[in-house]
């Protein structure tokens, strides 16, 4: 089959604005395959809907289908068969959703496409009768991928539909991503400071069984009266229907006769996204109480975890899935107020377990947020079509939020819990080192007045961090005092990333305020008589770095002879260690390793000197060898140094790493204009974005951070001022990138 270059996307399924689970999830997805892949992966909407639901569509919808009409089905899906450039089917389903017996309606659809197809099970019912599994085993036979959202729904089709392993993936629900230290803040936005905050949400309908959690409370307040219990949500468009607000009079009714009025609030509306999270982020607990056994995947339970809340849930499949690690409490059976009522006031009275649990399951939403589950659609999307290599990556925007949020006047901490800073961690001089070359590079693309101050702020750190000696300590702690590492930890490193970041400030005298310039030059000229002290290969490549943006200043013979002397100690280093299959400067690879290399290239670019040249492509092609693997950029693990006599040891991979490879190679590509550097660069970039080995995206959307670090099956979701510098300095390297 022949496509277009740009071929298409097309999801079946209902669609805001009408107001159900299944199109607010399909609005989600569209707009996560949007942001990370962009123009890459267009998209369009076939938007399911009947005469009772005509809704007036986004651009994006370009047909609809009546599902209570047969003959439709196969109109539309003719007319989509008669589009090249739509390049596979992805149909949403859930019985409801089609018309026909058990929705059998989809058949007609699915045997008239000529397209590649791929059908989301959201429900998959166990023990199906025989024309419910007549009809799945159809629809799972005649698409060329079955998605599904939990292991559970997986076996389920395999042991009770007879479908094939091999066809099917499991993608779970997506969730959006929040900042942990919202919590609190939007406890004070909406007064409830004092309160303990419990919800559940969505389109209310008898089968949430939400009189269960009221019947709960009734002697929990009065122990508790401090407790506040948002019921969020509309009812659901197909109950007001057929009953009106029955159901929702109901448990008004309930509450009033129960004395709960001024415990429980009902929030009668269909929030928009924003407010919702808003709502569920400043609860603490968070209450699931449908009472079908068979729902195979809740939303509303995903986004709760996502929102760092201490779950309760009944036993549907998805919660014993996701509370297995201890991100909540799973009951035992299904309508049992007595059951809630004991979890819900051992989480009450044990604050400690309550904001463990909802740290949990805070950790354990990472993994399928929506920007990570549009990855694996775009995954799909290309081995179905074999167009993987038209997919591109989106570049997020370049934020400064965590590191604004990281840095005091005293400078940049140096840990986050989360993303919430940490200031028992204090502060070093490798960090704020970082960040004022960071504000320095910043400053030159987009100037302003928030930059200079931060950059002073670093700058007086490293100011106030100087010895009368010239030398410069590390660690300082919350109180801004010298803690006991100083003399202990990596401090030749960090004098030399101190040499490179006052060197950096010297280079930009032409855009940085001559105040800035003066400072950093007399703190360098204290400095550089400590030269000689350093003996640290990794120390030595820093310094060669900032020698040489003082040199593109102030070109003095003494800072060449500099540069020359240490240049030269490397090489010694290099010709000590190296051997026929171990082109390098040590016996080991550690962290930061690609400034080695780019300390020769730079040495060789202020002296001539063509020996440093050919070292360093030698040493960097070598280091290259190790870190581009089967498209993807894997670098040293922090968990295990590379020997040369030792097998290397994968995972554990850190920012720091990725994005000093990616400095160096971008030095590489402007000295050399060899293409392979460039393509590199962007490889290495992307591991940012999600092309690693866990397809997941290691930045923090929300506040332009970066995680700290990329493990076996998971991501460390900290981000402390390392990560979010090295990240930040590479997202700006990419602007010179943009083509």
């Given amino acids: 089959m022949k496509f277009e270059k740009g071929i298409k996307m097309l999801v079946v399924s209902s669609y805001p604005p009408r107001e159900c689970g299944l199109a607010t999830f399909s609005s989600d997805i569209v707009n996560a395959i949007k942001t990370v892949f962009g123009d890459t992966l267009p998209i369009e909407i076939c938007a399911l809907q009947n005469e009772k639901n005509q809704c007036n569509y986004g ?20 007319k989509i068969n008669e589009r090249k450039d739509i390049g596979l089917v992805c149909i949403q389903h859930e019985f409801g959703l089609f018309g026909g017996e058990y929705g059998d309606y989809v058949l007609a659809f699915i045997l008239a496409l000529n397209k590649p197809i791929a059908t989301i099970f959201h429900t998959v019912l166990p023990k199906p009768d025989q024309k419910r599994k007549k009809i799945v085993h159809a629809i799972t036979d005649l698409s060329d991928r079955i998605i599904v959202l939990t292991k559970k729904s997986q076996d389920i089709l395999i042991s009770d539909y007879g479908c094939s392993m091999t066809k099917t993936l499991i993608i779970p629900h997506g969730n959006h991503s929040v900042l942990w230290e919202q919590k609190e803040k939007l406890k004070i936005k909406y007064g409830y400071t004092d309160k303990i905050v419990l919800s559940t949400f969505g389109l209310i309908s008898e089968n949430k069984n939400i009189e269960t959690t009221l019947l709960a409370l009734t002697e929990i307040v009065t122990k508790h009266p401090k407790i506040v219990y948002f019921i969020i949500g509309k009812t659901h468009p197909e109950i007001i229907l057929h009953e009106g607000e029955k159901y929702r009079n109901l448990l008004i009714g309930l509450v009033d006769e129960l004395k709960l009025e001024n415990n429980v609030v009902f929030i009668n509306e269909y929030l928009e996204l924003k407010e919702l999270l808003e709502y569920l982020t400043l609860s603490d607990i968070y209450l699931f109480s449908s009472k079908d056994p068979n729902q195979a995947v809740s939303g509303t339970f995903a986004y709760a975890m996502s929102c760092g809340c201490a779950v309760i849930s009944t036993p549907i499949p998805h919660a014993i899935e996701a509370l297995e690690r201890n991100a909540g409490i799973l009951l035992t059976a299904f309508d049992k107020p007595e059951e809630f009522r004991q979890a819900i006031l051992r989480l009450i009275e044990d604050k400690e377990e309550r904001i463990a649990m909802g740290k949990n399951a805070f950790s354990l939403s990472h993994g399928p947020t929506w920007e990570n589950i549009a990855i694996k659609y775009g995954s799909m999307f290309g081995a179905l079509t074999n167009r993987e290599e038209d997919l591109r990556f989106n570049l997020p925007p370049i934020k400064m939020d965590h590191i604004k949020k990281l840095t005091t006047d005293l400078g940049i901490l140096q840990f986050s819990k989360f993303s919430e800073p940490d200031p028992e961690s204090g502060y070093t001089l490798d960090d704020n080192a970082r960040a004022l070359i960071d504000m320095v590079m910043y400053h030159k693309l987009f100037p302003d007045d928030d930059t200079l101050i931060m950059a002073n702020i670093y700058l007086k750190y490293i ?5 009368e000696s010239g030398w410069f300590d590390n660690y300082k702690d919350s109180e801004n005092q010298l803690t006991k590492q100083n003399g202990e930890v990596n401090l030749e ?24 310039v003066l400072r950093a030059k007399k703190c360098w000229d204290r400095a550089i008589v400590r030269l000689d002290d350093i003996s640290s290969p990794r120390a030595m490549a820093y310094a060669i770095k900032g020698l040489y943006n003082y040199y593109s200043t102030y070109k003095e013979e003494a800072i060449e002879k500099h540069i020359e002397k240490l240049a030269d100690e490397l090489l010694r280093h290099y010709h000590i260690n190296s051997e026929v299959n171990w082109c390098w400067y040590e016996d080991y690879m550690t962290y930061a390793n690609n400034v080695l290399p780019e300390a020769m290239m730079y040495s060789y670019l202020v002296t001539g000197k063509m020996k440093y040249k050919k070292i360093a492509l030698t040493t960097f092609d070598f280091l290259l060898s190790h870190y581009f693997m089967k498209g993807q950029l894997k670098v040293v693990s922090n968990r295990s140094w590379f020997k040369k006599e030792n097998e290397r040891t994968f995972y554990g991979e850190q920012p720091i790493e990725v994005a000093t490879t990616i400095i160096a190679l971008d030095l590489f590509n402007e000295v050399t204009r060899n293409r392979k550097y460039k393509d590199q660069l962007k490889l290495a970039f992307i591991w940012f974005l999600g092309n690693n080995h866990l ?11 970066s995680y700290d670090g990329l493990e076996d099956k998971c991501i460390n979701i ?19 990138y943009l083509d």
């Fill in 493 to 516: 490193d960090a004098n030399g990333r101190a040499l490179w970041s006052l060197g950096t400030v010297v280079a930009h005298k032409d855009t940085l305020p001559i105040e800035i």
């Fill in 59 to 78: 651009q994006e919808v370009t047909y609809t289908l009546n599902s209570s009409k047969l003959e439709e089905y196969q109109i539309i899906a003719e």
């Fill in 463 to 467: 100011e106030d961090i100087q010895r």
């Fill in 718 to 736: 900290n981000q402390g001022a390392e990560s979010a510098l090295c990240y930040f300095k590479a997202r700006l390297i990419m602007e010179k």
């Fill in 695 to 705: 397809q997941q995206i290691m930045y923090n959307p929300e506040n332009g951070a």
